[in-house]
């Protein structure tokens, strides 16, 4: 299982990102997708959860502005970002657990200036 996150870069704030995911090897349409995001001097900190459609979570801080979405056809898992703020700067990671392991992308670039 390769994770790779994509779409992040500067943004000013109340601007707008959307992040891909894209997932290759065996990813079952059932599994658990997560957003994660490390902010600068942090500890990588949930962020958003999708099972296989019906069940979403967000951390606190982001619902209402954050929207988590996935294409089990495509093996892809989204990130759209709305009225971003400063604070949500970070290098967010896309993550699954599959078999028992954790896999998580290389992470993508997110910086929101004020």
């Known amino acids: 299982v390769q994770l790779q996150a994509s779409g992040g870069g500067l943004v000013q704030a109340g601007g707008s990102l959307r992040l891909s995911c894209a997932a290759t090897g065996t990813i079952y349409s059932g599994n658990l997708m997560d957003w994660y995001r490390r902010a600068p001097g942090k500890q990588r900190e949930f962020v958003a959860s999708?099972?296989?459609?019906?069940?979403?979570n967000y951390k606190e801080t982001v619902k209402g502005r954050f929207t988590i979405s996935r294409d089990n056809d495509k093996n892809m898992v989204y990130l759209q970002m709305d009225s971003l703020k400063p604070e949500d700067t970070a290098v967010y990671y896309c993550?699954?657990?599959?078999?028992?392991?954790?896999?998580w992308g290389e992470g993508t670039l997110v910086t929101v200036s004020s």
């Open positions: 993550h699954t657990r599959t078999g028992g392991i954790d896999y």
């Open positions: 999708i099972s296989a459609g019906v069940y979403i």
